[in-house]
């Protein structure tokens, strides 16, 4: 990928990538959760995962042909989608963000529309156990982002998913989980609800103690990344208006 990086477009890049930092580095707290990361795409980066991964959507596409609001096979179309996005991650260690290349976000992108289509059919009661795989999905989105926007409603969408495992499961992990998401949408009143909902199942002082130490410093790197938000929007708009005073500038047609 080339980026201009001349004037202010060089610093919109520098700040989306600031964001991003931010947003990888808040994933590491997930890997202490109930669903280890690892695990999710540890072993399937292989040719013959990712086929069968892609001949199940295949079969279970067929199937919804004939009835499109089947709320059962659009889940099952999502967890399929998402294995096959697994399948095509390449994982570098335990410690660093899963490297997501366009297939496996094109598998991503297309479970989270699945999602949405079984949501409008789910009635009231959603599933716990894909709305967690949901919210990781998004989330690791929202980190290999190009875009600022991009990231914004990944992040939205993680916290959405998150909300319905959270409520269904309400575990230590399952909340602090989904105070991180809030904080990082910009819920902060939210966020703290669930952070003081997600301390209150620990088992001890010293843990209770640790949760509300750990959701201070991801509440300093939400803040964080509010303000830089705000000023990639804002660079963003004056790079627009040099394009508009010159738009030929920057097309390099050589003659």
Do not use: C
């Not at 959270?166 to 909340?175: D, H, Q, V, W, Y």
Request: hydrophobic share 45%.
């Amino acid at each position: 990928m080339v980026f201009d990086v001349r004037g202010k477009r060089k610093h919109v890049i520098r700040v989306v990538y600031a964001i991003l930092a931010l947003l990888m580095g808040t994933s590491l707290f997930l890997v202490v959760g109930p669903v280890n990361l690892g695990e999710l795409v540890g072993n399937s980066a292989s040719t013959d995962a990712s086929r069968l991964a892609d001949e199940k959507i295949e079969r279970i596409e067929r199937r919804l042909a004939a009835d499109p609001k089947d709320a059962q096979k659009l889940l099952a179309l999502t967890r399929a989608q998402i294995n096959s996005g697994n399948a095509k991650v390449e994982v570098v260690s335990e410690t660093e963000p899963p490297k997501v290349d366009a297939d496996a976000r094109r598998e991503y992108e297309a479970a989270l529309k699945s999602w949405d289509r079984y949501l409008e059919q789910a009635g009231g009661e959603p599933s716990a156990t894909v709305a967690q795989l949901v919210a990781l999905t998004a989330f690791r989105m929202a980190e290999t982002a190009i875009t600022v926007g991009e990231a914004v409603e990944y992040v939205a969408a993680a916290t959405a998913a998150q909300k319905i495992f959270a409520e269904e499961r309400p575990t230590i992990n399952s909340l602090s989980t989904l105070a991180i998401y809030q904080y990082f949408n910009g819920e902060f009143a939210a966020a703290a609800k669930t952070t003081k909902k997600a301390a209150a199942k620990a088992t001890t002082k010293t843990q209770a103690k640790a949760v509300r130490t750990q959701m201070a410093e991801y509440r300093k790197n939400a803040k964080a990344f509010a303000k830089q938000k705000k000023e990639v929007s804002k660079a963003e708009k004056e790079a627009g208006k040099e394009r508009l005073k010159n738009p030929l500038q920057g097309l390099g047609t050589g003659f």
